[in-house]
């Protein structure tokens, strides 16, 4: 590959468990980390992407997640992401399929000083889930901000760095549901090589309504199998015993145009 792909990695995505009402305390892990993936230096670009991610629970339950990506950039430094996700589930003691809660992402990144970028991020998480077991019964804001730094050279970039945070809040509190109080933290690092990337992308989170913290690994490989595709495999394990989640897989492909 003639311009090597970084991932942007940018504030908005948790890897977390918030606990609502009891038939929707299992659902509630965002199932899309915000990663992105951009030319060095930045240049506009566009893709889809279909991805299977599963969640499995510690009290046996799982949800599977169905989702299909498209991301686009403007003027450059904008960029703009929507997730319409599809569902399936046996957290409500019998099997549900359907329509998840749909969300959007604009994303500013301001270059500050080489390749040190200052990123500044806005997602809506839309309470459009036709089940309550598959989505988290609320319309969600996300906003975040930080800083990414690709390493090595202009000429070779070898992968990038991210420190940023991020909260989470609900627009409006809905019958029987818990307003969303949230805060998180993205220290993530990755290595970029002729085939492929390999990385470490988890958002550290602590639920003020829980007082829950969730410290996860959360890494991620992928390689290029055709021109403009990246197939990529991610695996989550919490570090913290208090989450009701047991581990999430998830395997995405990326056709870049």
């Not at 639920?207 to 410290?215: E, H, P, S």
């Not at 919490?238 to 995405?252: D, G, I, M, Q």
């Amino acid at each position: 590959m003639k311009k090597i792909r970084l991932l942007l990695l940018i504030c908005l995505g948790l890897m977390c468990t918030n606990l609502y009402s009891k038939d929707r305390e299992n659902v509630q892990r965002t199932q899309s980390r915000s990663v992105e993936s951009f030319p060095y230096p930045f240049a506009r670009m566009h893709y889809v992407q279909p991805r299977f991610d599963r969640t499995n629970y510690k009290d046996g339950t799982y949800l599977n997640s169905y989702v299909l990506r498209a991301f686009s950039t403007f003027w450059k430094d904008w960029h703009f992401r929507v997730e319409v996700p599809l569902a399936d589930s046996n957290i409500s003691g019998k099997h549900v399929f359907g329509l998840s809660d749909i969300n959007f992402r604009a994303v500013y990144a301001h270059h500050l000083h080489d390749k040190l970028y200052w990123v500044n991020g806005l997602e809506l998480v839309a309470n459009t889930a036709t089940d309550n077991s598959l989505g988290s019964g609320k319309w969600d804001l996300r906003p975040g901000s930080g800083l990414l730094w690709f390493r090595g050279t202009a000429k070779k970039v070898t992968g990038s760095m991210v420190l940023s945070a991020e909260y989470r809040t609900s627009l409006a509190k809905e019958g029987g549901v818990t307003r969303t109080n949230m805060l998180g933290f993205i220290p993530n690092i990755d290595w970029w090589f002729s085939w492929g990337y390999f990385g470490y992308y988890a958002t550290w989170t602590y639920d003020f309504n829980t007082k829950t913290l969730d410290i996860p690994i959360d890494v991620e490989a992928g390689c290029s199998i055709l021109p403009n595709f990246i197939l990529a495999v991610e695996f989550v394990y919490p570090l913290v015993s208090k989450v009701t989640y047991r581990n999430e897989f998830a395997v995405k492909l990326r056709y870049s145009f």
